[in-house]
């Protein structure tokens, strides 16, 4: 009989993994073998005190996310016998660019996080694209000018809570995106750190040099004593404080979400890229070692950086992807379920020469064109319903296929295959689509949590969990292949078809 108080070290170490998402903190824990034992999920509430405005409040974020670790905690003591120091290492990936400044005296934040969709400063944004600032801080941030990212989120903060700009010159105040709230609660106020992934989307940080940059924080009025550490994504940034957990933990690997996606997809090569379909689409390429500016728009940021060595990739996002079948079911009422669409788009072989372009809130890269509209075109009597409904399924594998043709040619780099994953990419006449359309092999992992995996992965990677990027890669995780059908002169069809309707849909608001 086997002894089942003999537990084997190897087996019995874990990996937990805080995912801060933009609706709920999530919590999961990794084994050697990269499988999850445990997940715990949580959502908490969205401020939105006026048009344009979201805020969340940070006591809300780090509540959530310590319950959630504590109820993976107690799951995984249901099912298998964990010995006080199982766990080797704990990881964190975040929502981006929100911005949360607190007292460090006191732990009190002064205002709720300003979330990274808050748009409250566009007015600034604005004044200092026509200050003529916006090749600059390209050039030093890799980023465009806008209220997404966190610095004009702080210039406000600072201007807008009375007495809040006194205290951050005196370095009373310090300034945190939520991996910086989590790693300065966890280790009881002793931490004040980032990653540079999370960095590099302040719009303060030179990904060149990877520092804070004087120039940036006089444009924005941002004292420095504000600012965190910048820290390796891999790298040992302190221990939990042992009264939370009953014993400390290292904190060895924090990164964004996204760039956490791209890591635990293991597009750990240039050119390898994923595409994650949400609400909107994400979709990121390893550029390498050397940062890539964009000729279409796209952004530049850091993906990570493990032992000295920074890897960098092109970003790009399309608005309204999984919003468009939403739009069918919710608005439209012509589908009951968003699953139910693949079926439907199946059912038909084609969508009888119709196009369905969802510029709801205009197109991103590579058009950037606020002013397009969305549009269905190629109507004739031979269209109903199932037609549209795959011309909306069709639209976010053309959306994809843009973004990715205008990242291969800023890196020149070819993909050799996409790995995909959000709730989206559980419809499979999609993905099909999607290999068709680009011409390369669409993979999608059976588990999809690959922005916690990715999270675990730096973590267990700094404390020697797994010894490197190999052993990752060589984990087992069973996915599904989509793999390409079409030949070039249909991929050119359709995709000239595509380009006619976007064409069409564009320069629409007078
Ligand atoms: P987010 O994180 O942006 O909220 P999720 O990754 O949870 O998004 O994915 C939800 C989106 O995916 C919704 O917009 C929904 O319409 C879409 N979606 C979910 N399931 C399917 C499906 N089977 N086919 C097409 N779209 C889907």
């Known amino acids: 009989m086997p002894n089942n108080n003999c537990i084997n070290a190897q087996e019995t170490q874990y990996i937990l993994a805080l995912d801060a998402g933009t609706t709920s903190s999530r919590c999961l824990i990794f084994d050697h073998n990269g499988q999850i034992r445990a997940v715990a999920q949580q ?3 969205q401020h939105s005190p006026r048009s344009g405005w979201v805020e969340q409040d940070p006591r809300d974020i780090w509540q959530s996310q310590l319950a959630v670790c504590r109820r993976a905690l107690s799951r995984l003591e249901a099912e298998v016998k964990v010995p006080t120091g199982a766990f080797a290492a704990l990881g964190i990936t975040n929502q981006r660019e929100t911005t949360i400044i607190w007292d460090r005296h006191t732990g009190e934040p002064i205002y709720n996080a300003i979330v990274w969709q808050c748009r409250r400063s566009a ?25 997404y990212f966190s610095a004009s989120k702080i210039t406000w903060m600072l201007d807008n809570v009375p007495g809040a700009r006194e205290r951050a010159e005196r370095g009373d105040l310090l300034f945190g995106t939520v991996d910086t709230w989590l790693i300065w609660q966890l280790t009881g106020g002793r931490v004040h750190a980032t990653d540079v992934s999370n960095a590099s989307r302040t719009m303060l940080f030179n990904i060149h040099d990877l520092c804070w940059d004087d120039e940036l924080l006089k444009i924005f009025r941002v004292p420095r004593p504000l600012l965190p550490n910048v820290l390796p994504s891999s790298a040992l940034y302190g221990h939990t404080d042992p009264e939370i957990f009953g014993h400390s933990i290292p904190i060895t690997g924090v990164a964004g979400d996204q760039q956490g996606a791209l890591f635990g997809q293991v597009c750990f090569r240039p050119g390898q890229a994923k595409n994650t379909y949400g609400t909107g689409c994400f979709l990121l390429m390893n550029t390498g070692t050397t940062p890539i500016v964009s000729r279409h728009g796209l952004l530049t940021t850091v993906a990570w950086q493990i032992g000295g ?10 608005f309204t992807a999984g919003a468009v079948i939403q739009w069918l079911r919710d608005e439209l009422e012509i589908l009951s379920t968003a699953a139910e669409s693949e079926v439907i788009a ?8 119709c196009y369905l372009v969802p510029a709801f809130t ?6 950037w064109d606020p002013y397009a509209r969305g549009a269905i075109v190629g109507l004739s009597r031979r269209v109903d319903r199932r037609h549209i409904i ?12 843009d973004v990715l043709t205008a990242m291969q040619e800023d890196a020149g780099l070819e993909l050799s295959a996409l790995k995909v994953d959000g709730g989206a990419a559980a419809n499979n006449f999609l993905l099909q689509i999607q290999a068709d359309l680009i011409n390369v092999p669409v993979i999608r992992p059976d588990s999809v ?7 675990a992965f730096l973590a267990g990677l700094a404390v020697n969990f797994w010894p490197d990027a190999d052993a990752l890669t060589a984990m087992t995780v ?10 070039k002169s249909r991929r050119t069809k359709q995709l000239r078809g595509w380009h006619r309707a976007v064409a069409r849909s564009r320069d629409w608001l007078i």
């Open 362 to 367: 205009g197109l991103g890269a590579p058009y």
């Open 43 to 45: 959502e908490f509430p």
């Open 478 to 487: 069973n996915h599904t292949a989509f793999i390409p059908t079409w030949d």
């Open 123 to 147: 007015d600034h944004c604005r004044e200092l694209q026509q200050s003529g600032y916006a090749e600059m801080i390209r050039a030093k941030t890799g980023l465009v000018i806008d209220p």
């Open 390 to 401: 795959r011309a909306a399924l069709e639209s976010m594998a053309y959306q994809t296929c």
């Open 346 to 353: 199946k059912s038909v072989p084609d969508t009888n020469g």
């Open 449 to 455: 949590e690959s922005t916690a995996r990715g999270a």
């Open 309 to 318: 060595e920074t890897v960098y990739a092109l970003e790009g996002s399309v």
